[in-house]
């Protein structure tokens, strides 16, 4: 006995929804397409003298499999990553200093090194804010590869509440 018209609908339907949310082939070593690729891990609050330059260190992780180009990415065609405080905020970078790169050989081919990001890395600003509390939404923006492929450049947030007295 044949489905009525409505039964088959519903069931093609939910058959689109499920191969829509599950991508056919992808390699199983391979992060999840929702996995996040870069986590800002912190601080999350942090209090300075007002209208002084103070050191913060912002923390972040990738994720495992995955290496982003460090902020000098070894050709200029490479995406850099890049931290940023947006204008307007109350606060304003004085000064930024990337960690130092490590050298990755693509497996694919050893003649091609880049200069990457793995695991956890921190960023040193210098941060000066106007008085009151501010809470920063501050950006990093970068690009995650694993030795395979790269996907799309990212932007993610790094909220920081800053306190300047």
Same mark, same amino acid.
């Given at each position: 006995?044949?489905?009525?018209?409505?039964? %088959?609908?519903?069931?093609?339907?939910?058959?689109?929804?499920? %191969?829509?949310?599950?991508?056919?082939?992808?390699? /199983?070593?391979?992060?999840?397409?929702?996995?996040?690729?870069?986590?800002?891990?912190?601080?999350?609050?942090?209090?300075?003298?007002? !209208?002084?330059?103070?050191?913060?260190?912002?923390?972040?992780?990738?994720?495992?499999?995955?290496?982003?180009? %460090?902020?000098?990415?070894?050709?200029?065609?490479?995406?850099?990553? *890049?931290?940023?405080?947006?204008?307007?905020? !109350?606060?304003?970078?004085?000064?930024?200093?990337?960690?130092? !790169?490590?050298?990755?050989?693509? /497996?694919?081919?050893? %003649?091609?090194?880049?200069?990457?990001?793995? !695991?956890?890395?921190?960023?040193?600003?210098?941060? *000066?804010?106007?008085?009151?509390?501010?809470? *920063?939404?501050?950006?990093?923006?970068?690009?995650?590869?694993?030795?395979?492929?790269?996907?799309? /450049?990212?932007?993610?947030?790094?909220?920081?509440? *800053?306190?300047?007295?």
């Amino acid at each position: 006995m044949p489905f009525p018209l409505k039964t %088959s609908a519903i069931i093609a339907a939910l058959a689109l929804t499920l %191969s829509a949310q599950t991508p056919l082939f992808r390699d /199983p070593g391979s992060p999840s397409p929702k996995t996040q690729q870069v986590q800002y891990l912190y601080p999350e609050q942090v209090t300075l003298a007002a !209208g002084k330059p103070q050191s913060v260190t912002l923390h972040f992780r990738i994720a495992p499999g995955l290496h982003i180009n %460090s902020h000098t990415p070894s050709d200029k065609f490479l995406i850099p990553t *890049v931290f940023s405080v947006p204008q307007g905020s !109350g606060v304003s970078l004085a000064d930024t200093r990337y960690p130092l !790169g490590v050298e990755y050989i693509l /497996p694919a081919d050893p %003649s091609t090194k880049l200069n990457v990001y793995t !695991g956890d890395f921190a960023i040193e600003t210098r941060l *000066v804010a106007t008085p009151g509390d501010h809470l *920063v939404q501050a950006r990093l923006r970068f690009q995650a590869c694993d030795e395979n492929a790269c996907m799309p /450049p990212r932007t993610i947030a790094a909220p920081i509440d *800053v306190i300047a007295n």
